[in-house]
């Protein structure tokens, strides 16, 4: 959004402003907009780093305009324009309580943070029927190594399109966290990268200690739990926008979004209750809580729970001499959770910067 204003009741303005500053807009119609922006960080305050098991180089894709359809005397194209430049980096971790409770800070951006000292305890629910725009923020990659600062690159209005928690037996957790950019690239051959990875708390399979999905989270599968995969989708749309420029000025949350998937298989057969669950009709509700704590202290845990939701699908499968379930638990908005779920992360991190 942009602003201009004249006139002899403006007052003079002092630049550059200092932070924090609070931006309000007042339509004529009554309507009220409130922003306030805090101090931007430095590069020297990145002192550490979240380091995955992989990293994809952030790769520039054009949409393009042409004349293909004109009647000129070719049978194709004779003229191309670039439309629209968009940026995509995919990152994959070893799970974190960190890296995990930082994508989700920055996907839903809503974040209630309370606790004085290690641990704290960040709640995060789903952004509210009005949020239009995910929170943005900015990326620098390289290679950190001597003579290649022409690899510093930095990517901004960086938004997460989705991540994906994957859980194997007792393997690490895996967590696939996919981010789009506005197609920019700056170099920032100045650029300092920190000097040591952060201390995190990594999960493994044997960390679940609690898997319920029934009408009063009664039920403990955890004991035969054998995968669990979570995806949660903000399916970024780019609106038609007549500015000038290539770069994507906004992303916004796609249709219905951002959604929440959960998929798990257990030992069990249709004999289980669930599956008894899965064929009434007319349909029972059910809840759904997964826990994973690291059993440390200071406290370091994951917790969601989606209070409303359905079996959408309750499958038999042989997998050599078990048989399992696997199960696909639709989520429902509901009043309790203001959403489809609450996360809940324990970790030493005090605080996340998210949009005002």
């Excluded at 324009?81 to 995509?88: D, H, K, R, S, Y």
């Excluded at 420029?245 to 004999?271: C, H, M, N, W």
Aim: one cysteine or more; glycine letters at 8%.
């Amino acid at each position: 959004m942009a602003a201009k204003g004249e006139g002899a009741n403006l007052p003079d303005g002092v630049l550059p402003l200092t932070t924090p500053v609070t931006i309000q807009q007042q339509a004529t119609t009554g309507e009220c907009w409130t922003a306030t922006f805090g101090t931007a960080q430095a590069s020297g305050s990145l002192v550490d780093w979240l380091a995955p098991d992989s990293a994809d180089f952030g790769k520039r894709m054009h949409t393009f305009r042409d004349d293909g359809d004109e009647i000129n005397g070719f049978v194709g194209a004779t003229d191309h324009q670039i439309l629209t430049a968009v940026g995509e980096l995919t990152r994959k971790f070893q799970a974190s309580v960190e890296s995990m409770a930082w994508a989700t800070a920055l996907q839903l951006g809503t974040v209630t943070t309370t606790g004085a000292s290690d641990p704290f305890t960040h709640t995060m629910k789903w952004p509210t029927v009005c949020a239009l725009n995910p929170p943005s923020f900015t990326f620098n990659e390289g290679l950190n190594c001597a003579g290649l600062t022409a690899t510093y690159w930095q990517y901004k209005g960086c938004v997460i399109d989705q991540q994906v928690w994957t859980l194997n037996g007792k393997n690490f957790i895996q967590h696939d966290v996919t981010i789009k950019t506005d197609g920019s690239e700056t170099a920032v051959a100045a650029f300092s990268f920190p000097a040591a990875k952060a201390t995190v708390q990594k999960l493994i399979g044997s960390f679940v200690t609690a898997l319920k999905c029934d009408a009063t989270l009664a039920t403990d599968l955890s004991p035969l739990v054998r995968s669990v995969k979570i995806t949660m989708s903000s399916a970024v749309v780019v609106p038609p926008a007549v500015t000038t420029g290539i770069f994507v000025p906004e992303y916004q949350y796609g249709a219905k979004r951002p959604d929440l998937t959960v998929e798990f298989s257990f030992k069990a057969d249709k004999s289980h209750a669930l599956y008894t669950t899965f064929q009434a009709n007319p349909l029972t509700k059910v809840k759904f809580k997964l826990t994973i704590d690291a059993g440390t202290t200071p406290t370091r845990k994951v917790d969601i729970q989606c209070d409303q939701g359905i079996i959408a699908s309750c499958e038999e499968k042989s997998v050599g001499n078990e048989t399992q379930l696997d199960v696909k638990f639709e989520e429902e908005h509901n009043s309790t959770d203001a959403g489809p779920a609450i996360i809940v992360f324990n970790n030493g991190q005090n605080g996340y910067l998210v949009a005002a």
